[in-house]
């Protein structure tokens, strides 16, 4: 095990009630690195985000922050160790304005630290300083999405867990979002990232893992799994 | 005379044209795709057809009868079924009694309704697991069991919304191939699809929906080399890909 | 919650052995114990009516005294003011409650209530109900009815002797039928709509199934159950009031046995209602005439209650799917 | 998004108040209402009419703060657990109980216990959401109504062991005295307006007030809104959901705490008080919004001055009835209550 | 809370009495089914133990006046149990509930009741009326108002208070007799009552005599007792109709409601008249609301205070139990006293024998303010029911009319605010 490695996942069991979605899944994300982790549909990509962030307790395996379990803690504490997940439906607060939510986002931090990344997000996001009093719910989709990246950010993640930030987006829109993250890397945060969008992912990231039902499948960098047979038979329907 | 033959058809979300003045047919038998970027309207023009919104304005006639403004439980016994892009499978009800429901829906014997349900699953590759609980399904099982529910009506028109969505290409080719195979019985597809290269291997026809609005309509070659097509929807890239 | 059932003709086996059983209690039990017995009935008869619209159906509902009061006053109201027989009393309130059940379902399902708004809805028709009956001259306002007790038996007029075991009997052909109603209703067409709407409207509408009208019909069939026991209910109890009838008490206690029991199953509000009545005659013997080591709870008023609310907060917490309900998922893994 | 309904639960906590226009409408409905009583009633046409209709319309308003009041507590339980809480009323009848003692026993001032016994009911109810509640969180809605009705069954019949039925009753010294040149009970064209219900309804007001700035303010309150919308998505921005689940309930029993002192001065306490408010509150909850404070403080008023208005033209009828037809037509017309948002 | 005396002492040979100590479990119902004879066999030789069922509400929101009834019982079985005869209590809880209460007393019986006593609330006793009648027990009511309870056809149920039409019918004429002695006629009143069945029934009464001597109900204004927080507004109706006097029926909580709003409100009547209102008769009342309370009249059924047994019986009450004796109390009281004599008179336990002689008995000297004594008509009421007019004067409540039974003059016109 290497020892600036930021994240470990080993062995990690884990599912809903009866259901087992994850086998045994062994992952690791360096700090300032950039992974990937690819798959189909149902494959567990979001059961492993959510069990690293909190929102799941796995029920065997070890999961490491800088060295240390961070097995029971919740969502919230995870938030404080500077993990924060931008999750699959956004989960926005739709009621609120885009201000609010940005608010929301830093309820970690203290109020000059969050006027900073208040900065920084307009800064990377213009739109949602134009935004700032509409409410999030009648934003359109891709318009949420940034709302979501942004409102991560505001807590100032050491890492990041992005679930499908392209999804629901078109195109032009996707090609916005893996500029994002280019750039969210420049500034230091790690960021594991799930994508269906296989080829994309992994031409972004640093490394990659490939996940079916709930095992990891495949890794390595970004170029050796995007060369590899399996893969582009079974992700990238080459 | 088309089978389905929608005209002039619009609707607005407080607003919002998501379908804008849309004509378009499908004849009996034909596979025709649909597709467009996120939020084009494909999934609400469905809707519409399917009666699950109320129209705004326009007429949908289908098989002959103005089926406009019809409930939608009328409008699937008429012979349109649909499968829904965020599946609604009766969680708690095994797989058998999923397809019972709809096979029973326009047969008064229950009898009748599960030796049919049978013979979808078989079709559909899920009688093996007719037993379980819907709920406890992987996603490419879902996905079949709503193909499954939408053909036990016996269509003459399948609206078919993402069916083929998150399933590796292995799962897809048998299921590409049912496809074909239902078409070939006689009865229509409507599919919207974002995985082009099904889209281009099925279809004989295909929408391009834009804002709400037809931007094209033609053969797959037609539609994919379109500059407008490209630049709202395939992007330089996915192009490639599709071909 | 259940799945669609299988096998009707099993369940209506076990319904007959069980009837067949309990046909015999009135020749070894007695007195107050028989009357217990018969709470037990007319408990579960409300719980597997109301248990069709609020398990089966998946319509929270939290006014079922409604219908239950609309059977009573039905029928004692036909008894008392015109001498006509509580059986026929009996179909009246129970068309009634199903029309009344019809137009309130429709009226909800159309403005779109549901969850906690569909509850309140129907508590709110309830309370409606009582507050226009008790303004009622004719119905004796505030005063309610009481049935005439005749010196003789008669099974027109649905009234025995204390001694007779026909009350019981009656009690238990009423809860069988209605079993058995939802035994076949359950296994059939109609009912395997009514579980797919309450799994997914949209998902049963586009498989062709009309859900307003299915959710219509299951608001009207647990109206209706619901009423025929309170009919039956009055012609045991003599008396009927409006608080009574139409009460949120009612509406708990209706709602009780099928919850404690196992919403959405068969056998649920029968076992629940086994369960909660003489749960509920046990708590206060045990204040009544407690162990030595009890002593000290001896004849405090309250306390009986308090063991009960405890026991049922047990139950809800550690069997949430009901007792029934909770076994049965256990015997299918 | 057509699809979307389903997959995020976004949840229904609204904690400004911001009263729609038409509601001055509904208000004015009423006041003509009354008018009219006024031209059609023989009684009306005297002085002592107008002294009528202005009574109903000040002891409609007066009570309907404390309706508001209590209804407040439980659309806040609502809009963060979502959870109809039957024992609302019994948590609100053994906070009086606390404040008789404290008042009748230790001899406190009953306004003076505002600072303690919603302070001790903040704990009781934290403690109940720990033990009882939270394991049946994620529970379908008649479970959690039956477990909360089995709750209002123990406290009751706590309190009847406690206290026996013995009605008790706190009244002020001072209730009558004159404060300045203000003698009371006031007296404002002919209506009665006694001191106890003003300081109720003014201390219904301040509690009000406290509690939106509190929600809106505050750090803590601002977690609550949050886990009031978006359980997940709160908990994603560092909110401990669990805790203010814990604290959320412990609020609104404080607040129902609260209501308990302001009215225990004109009441007559036995161990079955609290539960004439459960209906009515849900009533107004209902019509406010579920989950929407504001709406519910709002919606007591109205439904005080329905109350008040209706007895006036129907005096036979319970005064409940004019109320519920008032409830059923706003579920009819508005199902998200009368003060919510507008889109579906 | 009302401790009953420990019922283990009252019983010389347990036998008969509890039942349930020697049978604890559901079983309770075969040996239950061999007591009743026992007990009951005693037909025509005598009655040696009698058994009687106490039915009322000890949990709820009457279940101080259920405690108290129950306690009263109790000591009336200790008091009465003497030469030969020895009577057991059974008490049961009706929950408030008529089907509970239904149970309760079958339960009762069965385990060997000889008769019963209950049960402080109309819809309940209505139900214990028809056990009672069907199992052939008598059934002795110690409070409960509705006139329609007994019936000459059921020849198993005797009341010993004044129902709900003797209470409206006196009130009228008490009313009538206090404004006339005094010389200011009351010619108009305004009359609030609780919209239950108990308030509309005592109304109906007092409407129909009110005609007969010359009183005129300018409006009756109705609430619901359970849920009234505040009558201002009614009390202004009542101001605004000015009548001689207002005439209140209900139960505690309203009525001091009632009465505290009227002080502010200060209508311009010349007295507050209680025609069985729950809360004017009681002593606590003036204690707890000392400002509002003096010169309000009450025309109620009453203990007779001015008889030195009844004050014996409830000094010992009190002194027992905590809390001063109430009339519905003492009332329960009564109707032990009224099975035991007639037991004795029938030398039998049996329901049917025992009910007979009720039809007969006559009881002297009545615990409460009755102009005779304790015999019933053929539907079971008690001939010489009758209330008496109390007043509050000078925080204590006091019987002032009629005459015999006065503790003091009538104060009238009298209002609190004066
Ligand atoms: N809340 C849940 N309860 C039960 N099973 C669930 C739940 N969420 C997901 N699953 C199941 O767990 C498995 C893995 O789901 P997961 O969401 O992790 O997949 P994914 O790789 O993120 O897929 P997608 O591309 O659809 O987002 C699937 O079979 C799914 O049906
Ligand atoms: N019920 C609704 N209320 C408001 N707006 C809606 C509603 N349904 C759809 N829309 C809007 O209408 C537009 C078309 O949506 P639709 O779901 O038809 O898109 P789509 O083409 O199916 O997209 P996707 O490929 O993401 O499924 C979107 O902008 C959407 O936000
Ligand atoms: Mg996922
Ligand atoms: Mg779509």
């Known amino acids: 095990m290497r020892r600036n490695n930021l994240l470990v996942l080993d062995q990690v069991n884990a599912g809903y009630g009866g259901l087992q979605v994850l086998h045994e899944v062994s992952l690791e994300v360096e700090a300032g690195e950039v992974v990937a982790l690819v798959g189909a549909n149902g494959a567990g990509k979001t059961t492993t985000l959510r069990t690293i962030a909190g929102l799941l307790v796995p029920s065997a395996g070890r999961i490491e922050l800088e060295g240390e379990s961070v097995v029971g803690l919740g969502p919230h504490d995870l938030v404080r160790r500077g993990v924060v997940m931008v999750a699959e439906d956004r989960e926005l607060f739709g009621a609120l304005t885009v201000y609010e939510n940005l608010v929301m986002g830093a309820f970690t931090r203290s109020a000059d630290e969050r006027g900073e990344s208040l900065d920084q997000v307009h800064e990377l996001f213009p739109i949602l300083e134009e935004r700032a009093q509409q409410k999030a719910e009648t934003m359109s989709g891709g318009q949420q999405q940034m709302l979501a990246i942004g409102r991560a950010l505001m807590a100032r993640p050491r890492l990041l867990l992005m679930d499908e930030p392209s999804m629901g987006l078109a195109p032009k829109l996707v090609a916005d979002v893996f500029a994002t993250i280019d750039r969210i890397r420049s500034t230091g945060i790690t960021v594991l990232l799930v994508e269906q969008n296989a080829k994309r992912t992994l031409e972004t990231a640093d490394r990659g893992y490939v996940i079916e039902s709930g095992e990891i499948h495949l890794s390595g960098t970004g170029d050796e799994l995007l060369a590899s047979d399996d893969v582009r038979r079974a992700y990238l329907g080459l | 005379m088309s089978l389905l033959e929608v005209t002039h058809l619009s609707k607005s979300f407080s607003g919002l044209r998501a379908v804008d003045d849309v004509d378009f047919q499908v004849e009996a038998g034909e596979i025709v795709g649909l597709i467009g970027p996120n939020g084009a309207g494909k999934t609400t023009l469905f809707n519409l057809v399917a009666g699950r919104i109320p129209v705004d304005t326009g007429r949908v006639v289908f098989d002959g009868e103005d089926i406009t403004g019809w409930t939608p439980h009328a409008i699937a016994r008429r012979g349109i079924g649909r499968t829904f892009q965020l599946m609604r499978p009766f969680a708690s009800m095994t797989v058998r009694d999923n397809v019972t429901v709809a096979a029973a829906s326009s047969s008064p014997r229950l009898e009748t309704a599960r030796e049919l349900a049978d013979a979808v699953l078989d079709r559909v590759a899920l009688a093996g697991m007719a037993d379980e609980f819907a709920g406890a399904l992987p996603t490419a099982a879902r996905k079949r069991l709503e193909l499954a529910r939408a053909l036990a009506l016996d269509p003459q028109l399948l609206l078919l919304d993402e069916v083929l969505s998150g399933l590796t290409p292995a799962e897809r080719e048998p299921l590409l191939e049912l496809l074909v195979e239902i078409a070939d019985e006689g009865r229509a597809l409507l599919l919207v699809e974002h995985v082009m290269a099904a889209v281009m291997r099925l279809s004989q026809r295909i929408l391009v929906l834009h804002h709400g609005q037809l931007l094209a309509a033609g053969t797959p070659d037609e539609v994919t080399s379109d500059p407008d097509v490209i630049e709202a929807y395939l992007g330089e890239e996915e192009q490639l890909a599709g071909s | 919650m259940s799945t669609v059932l299988r096998d009707a003709r099993g369940q209506l086996l076990v319904l007959a052995g069980l009837a067949a059983l309990l046909a015999t209690v009135p020749f070894w039990l007695e007195g107050s114990a028989r009357t217990v017995m018969i709470r037990i009935i007319i408990s579960a008869g409300v719980g597997v009516g109301w248990n069709v619209m609020g398990g089966f159906a998946g319509q929270f509902s939290f006014g079922h005294a ?37 137009l309130t379902g429709w009226l909800s399902f159309r403005y779109r209530l549901r969850g906690a708004y569909f509850a309140l809805a129907t508590f709110a028709f309830a309370e409606m109900l009582r507050l226009v009956v008790q303004g009622q001259e004719w119905l004796n306002g505030t005063q309610g009815l009481q049935v005439p007790v005749l010196a003789e038996s008669s099974w027109w007029m649905l009234q025995f002797s204390t001694t007779s075991p026909n009350y019981f009997l009656v009690g238990l052909g009423l809860l069988v039928v209605l079993q058995a109603i939802t035994i076949l209703l359950f296994h059939g067409r109609r009912g395997m709509f009514i579980v797919a709407v309450r799994e997914d409207e949209e998902g049963a509408e586009a498989s062709g199934v009309d859900a307003t009208a299915h959710k219509v019909m299951a608001v009207a069939v647990s109206g209706a159950m619901t009423a025929v026991m309170g009919t039956f209910f009055v012609q045991v109890f003599f008396f009927i009031d409006p608080a009574l009838a139409f009460g949120p008490a009612e509406s708990v206690a209706i709602l009780l046995p099928a919850v404690v029991g196992g919403t959405g199953t068969l ?59 909770s076994l049965a998922e256990r015997f299918r893994r | 998004m057509s699809d979307a309904g389903a997959s995020s639960r976004t949840g229904r906590l609204q904690t400004r108040l911001h009263v729609p226009r038409w509601v001055w409408g509904v208000v004015l409905a009423l006041v003509v209402l009354l008018w009219r009583w006024t031209e059609v009633s023989d009684l009306a046409v005297t002085p002592a009419g107008r002294t009528i209709a202005l009574q109903a319309l000040t002891t409609g308003l007066l009570i309907g703060g404390v309706y508001g009041l209590v209804a407040m507590g439980l659309s806040l339980i609502f809009g963060v657990l979502e959870i109809i809480n039957f024992a609302h009323g019994a948590f609100l009848t053994l906070a009086m109980y606390l404040t008789w003692v404290l008042a009748d026993g230790v001899g406190i001032d009953p306004y003076l216990t505002l600072l303690i016994t919603p302070l001790l009911m903040f704990l009781v109810g934290a403690a109940v959401q720990k033990v009882v509640i939270n394991p049946a969180m994620g529970q379908p809605l008649e479970n959690q109504l039956l477990l909360t009705f089995a709750l209002s069954i123990l406290i009751e019949n706590a309190l009847l062991l406690a206290f026996s039925a013995n009605p008790r009753s706190v009244r002020l010294d001072y209730a009558n005295a004159s404060i300045g040149p203000v003698e009371f009970p006031l007296r404002i064209g002919g209506a009665i307006i006694e ?57 609104g029993t404080a607040v129902a705490a609260a209501a308990g002192v302001l009215v225990l001065p004109f009441l007559t306490l036995e161990p079955t008080t609290g539960t004439q408010f459960n209906i009515l509150s849900f009533v107004i909850v209902v019509l406010g919004g579920l989950g929407n404070i504001g709406g519910a403080l709002v919606g007591g008023i109205l439904i005080g001055l329905t109350q008040e208005i209706g007895g006036l033209l129907f005096p036979g009828q319970s005064k409940l009835l004019p109320v519920f037809i008032i409830f059923i037509a706003t579920l009819f017309l508005k199902p998200e209550g009368l003060f919510g948002g507008g889109a579906e | 809370g009302g401790d009953e005396a420990d019922p283990e002492e009252a019983t010389e040979d347990g036998a008969a009495t509890e039942t349930s100590t020697e049978a604890p479990t ?95 609330q109309s819809a309940v006793t209505t139900n214990l009326a028809t056990v009672a009648q069907r199992e052939q027990v008598p059934l002795v009511i110690d409070v409960a108002v509705d006139d329609a309870i007994t019936s000459e056809d059921n020849d198993y149920v005797f009341r010993i208070q004044p129902n709900a039409t003797a209470m409206g019918t006196f009130g009228a004429q008490y009313l009538q007799a206090l404004g006339e002695n005094a010389g200011e006629p009351i010619e108009t009143v305004v009359y609030m009552h609780d919209e239950t069945s108990f308030g ?21 204004i109705a609430y619901n007792p359970f849920e009234v927080q505040d009558v201002t507004t009614e009390m202004q109706r009542v101001a605004a109709a000015a009548p001689d006097a207002l005439v209140v029926t209900g139960y505690y909580n309203d009525g001091v409601l009632v009465a505290e709003t009227a002080a502010s409100v200060q209508p311009d009547v010349n007295a507050i008249v209680g025609v069985a209102q729950g809360a004017y008769d009681l002593p606590q009342f003036p204690q707890d609301t000392p400002d509002a309370s003096n010169g309000i009249f009450d025309s109620n059924y009453h203990f007779d205070a001015t008889k030195e047994r009844v004050q014996d019986i409830r000094s010992r009450f009190e002194e027992e139990n905590g809390d001063a004796m109430r009339t519905a109390a003492v009332l329960a009281y009564q109707a032990v006293e009224v099975i035991a004599t007639a037991a004795r008179s029938a030398a039998s336990c049996d329901g049917a024998d025992i009910a007979a002689a009720i039809q007969e008995v006559e009881v002297p000297e009545p615990l409460l303010t009755f102009p005779g004594p304790i015999t019933f008509d053929d539907s079971g009421e008690n ?36």
Request: proline share 5%.
């Open chain 5, 26 to 120: 559901e079983e309770a119902t075969e040996t239950a089914a061999a007591s009743p004879t026992e007990a009951g066999t005693a037909s025509g030789e005598g009655c040696a133990e009698l058994v009687i069922g106490s039915v009322h509400p000890l949990t709820g929101g009457l279940a101080l006046d259920g405690t108290q009834m129950d306690a009263a019982t109790q000591m009336a079985a200790d008091d009465l149990s003497t030469d030969g005869l020895s009577i057991t209590i059974a008490s049961a809880d009706s929950q408030g509930e008529p089907e509970i209460g239904q149970t309760e007393a079958q339960r009762l019986i069965q385990e060997g009741a000889n008769a019963l006593v209950g049960t402080y």
């Open chain 5, 383 to 418: 001939e010489n029911a009758q209330p008496v007019l109390m007043q509050v004067q000078e925080g204590e409540v006091l019987q002032v009319y009629p005459e015999e039974f006065a503790e003091a003059e009538p104060q009238f016109p009298a209002v609190p605010w004066q």
């Open chain 3, 267 to 325: 056998w649920g509000p029968i076992v629940g209602a086994a369960i909660l009545i003489p749960l509920g005659e046990w708590t206060s013997k045990i204040v009544r005439d407690p162990p030595p080591f009890l002593d000290f709870v001896a004849g405090r008023s309250g306390i009986d209650l308090m063991v009960f609310a405890t026991l049922l907060i047990l139950i809800l917490l550690f069997l949430p799917k009901g007792v029934y309900g």
């Open chain 3, 66 to 102: 409604a219908y239950f009061g609309i059977g009573a006053y039905s029928s004692a109201y036909l008894l008392v003011d015109h001498g006509i027989s509580p059986w026929i009393g009996m179909a009246v309130g129970a068309v009634l409650a199903a029309a009344f059940g019809a």
């Open chain 4, 195 to 251: 001191l106890p219900r003003i300081v109720a309804f003014v201390g219904g007001l301040a509690v009000a007030w406290a509690l939106f700035s509190f929600l809106n303010r505050s750090r803590v309150g601002t977690a609550i809104r949050a886990a009031g919308l978006n359980r997940t998505g709160a908990s994603l921005v560092g909110v401990n959901v669990d805790r203010i689940q814990v604290l959320t309930f412990g609020l």
């Open chain 5, 200 to 220: 509309t029934s005592v109304l109906a009464a007092f409407e129909a005599e009110a005609g007969n001597v010359g009183i005129e109900i300018l409006e009756t």
